[in-house]
């Protein structure tokens, strides 16, 4: 059975840190160029981060550059969100997704078509 399980959301206070896990199952993912959305109440679905399944590239939506780092560990079969800086605009349901094809060509998001699996979701909460 095709699987992704995210992990690690939770409520932290401004300005800290949380890591995000999407373990894959069924599948390998490594061929796959590895996707994190959010969806906040009320707000369309953002593409935070894609990281290629090539050469690793990373790409990032400017509301969350240079604070969040996307990454994976292929020989886990597993990527990564690192959030630091956190902001209450960042509180959010975090899905991450394998896309079907290995590059992000550019981009911090794919288009629905192009995602081949989804996790379950995250909720990650930013509050003092």
């Known amino acids: 059975q095709v699987q992704l399980v995210e992990s690690g959301g939770g409520l932290v206070q401004p300005g800290g840190s949380l890591r995000l896990s999407c373990a894959a199952s069924?599948?390998?993912?490594?061929?796959?160029?590895i996707v994190w959305f959010r969806q906040a109440p009320g707000k369309e679905r953002e593409g935070v981060s894609c990281?290629?399944?090539?050469?690793?590239?990373?790409y990032y939506a400017d509301s969350v550059k240079g604070r969040f780092t996307i990454s994976r560990d292929n020989a886990k079969n597993t990527g990564y969100l690192q959030m630091r800086s956190l902001k209450p605009e960042d509180t959010a349901v975090y899905y991450c997704?394998?896309?079907?094809?290995?590059?992000?060509?550019?981009?911090?998001?794919?288009?629905?078509?192009?995602?081949?699996?989804w996790g379950q979701g995250t909720q990650v909460t930013v509050s003092a």
């Open positions: 997704a394998a896309a079907v094809k290995a590059e992000c060509d550019g981009h911090s998001t794919v288009t629905p078509e192009e995602i081949g699996s």
């Open positions: 990281i290629s399944a090539s050469d690793g590239s990373t």
């Open positions: 069924g599948f390998t993912m490594v061929w796959y160029a």
